[in-house]
C-alpha cells in the first residue's frame, strides 16, 4: 500500500532561520508530488507540485522542493523562514496508476515560526 | 470566480443523529473528493466522484457513510447515527480533470458529535 511518511511533526524555529521538512513515500511507480499548506483555521493551498521535468521545483512564498528519486523523498525548504510562514505542512502523493487525482497526505509537519 | 465551497463550516450533532455535507465544486469542476482529517493526523482520502458516479471509495468506512454527486446541485457526503468518532475535519476537493492535475480544496467541515 502507499503511504507518506513525514518524520518531524513539530518544528519551532526563529525568524530568518532555514526551513526543511521531510517527506518520504513508499510506491515503486511513477507518482506525482505536492507540498500543501493549512494556514489556521483556513483551507489547505497548494505550496508546489512536481509531476515531472526539473526535480527542484519553486513554489510559492520562496518555497522549493527537491524530488530525490533514488531516496523516494521530496523535501520542502525554505532559505528563511517568517512569522507568516507559522502553518502545518502537508506532503502528499499522487500514484498515476491510480483513478484520478486521489491523494495520499503525511500526517502532516506542524511549524511554528517565534518572531 | 468562487473556490471550492463547503457547507456548513461547522456542523454538531447527538449520537445517531445524520449528519450531511455538501461541497460545491469550482466551475467547471467536474471531479470531487472527499478526505477525513481526525485529530492529530493527516487527511485521508474517502472516496472520488465524478458527475453521476463514485470511480473509487476505497477509503469509505462500509456502514453508515455514503456519497454522492448528482448531475444538478452539489456532492454530498451523509453520515447516518453518527457516533463520537466521526468527529473530525471533512474535507472537500475538486479537480478540472483526472490523472495529472492539481486539487483544490473547501475550507472543510469541522463534524462534532456530542
Known amino acids: 500500500a502507499q503511504s507518506v511518511s513525514q518524520h518531524n511533526h513539530h518544528v519551532i524555529l526563529s525568524e530568518a532561520a532555514s526551513l526543511e521538512l521531510g517527506c518520504n513515500y513508499s510506491?515503486?511507480?511513477?507518482?506525482?508530488l505536492f507540498w500543501y499548506v493549512q494556514y489556521p483555521g483556513q483551507h489547505l493551498q497548494l505550496l508546489l507540485k512536481y509531476f515531472s521535468g526539473d526535480p527542484l521545483v519553486k513554489g510559492i512564498k520562496g518555497f522549493e522542493a527537491e524530488f530525490i528519486k533514488s531516496k523516494f523523498s521530496f523535501n520542502l525548504r525554505k532559505p528563511s523562514v517568517q512569522w507568516s510562514d507559522t502553518a502545518e505542512y502537508f506532503c502528499a502523493v499522487n500514484a498515476r496508476a491510480n483513478q484520478g487525482g486521489k491523494l495520499i497526505f503525511g500526517q502532516g509537519t506542524e511549524l511554528s515560526v517565534k518572531p | 470566480n468562487a473556490g471550492v465551497m463547503q457547507n456548513p463550516r461547522h456542523l454538531v450533532r447527538r449520537r445517531g443523529q445524520e449528519a450531511r455535507l455538501r461541497c460545491s465544486p469550482m466551475?467547471?469542476?467536474?471531479?470531487v473528493y472527499w478526505y477525513r482529517q481526525l485529530p492529530e493526523e493527516g487527511l485521508k482520502f474517502m472516496v472520488y466522484?465524478?458527475?453521476?458516479?463514485?470511480?473509487?471509495e476505497s477509503g469509505m468506512p462500509k456502514e453508515r457513510f455514503s456519497a454522492e454527486f448528482p448531475k444538478e446541485g452539489p456532492s454530498i457526503l451523509r453520515i447516518q447515527q453518527v457516533v463520537r468518532g466521526d468527529s473530525a475535519a471533512y474535507f472537500c476537493?475538486?479537480?478540472?480533470?483526472?490523472?495529472?492535475?492539481?486539487?483544490?480544496f473547501g475550507q472543510g467541515t469541522r463534524l462534532t458529535v456530542v
Open positions: 466522484l465524478q458527475k453521476e458516479n463514485i470511480i473509487d
Open positions: 510506491y515503486g511507480g511513477t507518482v506525482n
Open positions: 476537493a475538486s479537480s478540472d480533470r483526472t490523472g495529472v492535475s492539481e486539487a483544490f
Open positions: 466551475k467547471g469542476h467536474s471531479h
